[in-house]
């Protein structure tokens, strides 16, 4: 009788929190609203890059793998162009110990006689620049460690502290770069 007694009990304990747990999740409206917590768009699907994707110029020796890269794509570096690139590096400072785990990178159409300190400047292949072309001019793109393009954020009104949150939330759980 005791026995019966503590079968049920057992099997109660595993059986009621799989079935409240299932419930919760299908009669909350809010429990799957497809909303995410990062402040960047992802990029679907996601742009593998290879590392002829990605051509340096100007003796600027640099890889994708390894490290996070800001990236920023644009035709042409112009005032809004330089102040993006005074934002990735106000980024990167902010980022404090995981300063060394974030790396600069201007992607550009052509030519530049940009000289600044830190930004790897490179040119896009053609493959790369075809799929980068469906976002608007000017984006700021993060690349991962493997080199895949993954998040993009609006070219206008770039927040820090929203690119902030979105790294140090990925460096949370990233062990890679």
Known sequence: MNSKKELWVLLASFIIPIA?????FYWNPTAFTG??????KFVNPIIATEKQDVV???NTPGDLQGLWTLAYSTNQCDTACIQTLKDMKTIRILMNENMRRVQRLLLINGSTDLQEYGVLIANPSEA????LGKFPDN????IDPLGNVMLHYEPQGLEIKRVIKDLKRLFKYSRIG
């Open 20 to 24: 409240l747990g299932t419930a919760f």
């Open 35 to 40: 909303t995410t917590v990062n402040y960047g």
């Open 56 to 58: 340096f110029i100007k």
């Open 128 to 131: 790369l620049n075809q799929q």
């Open 139 to 142: 984006t700021l793109f993060l």
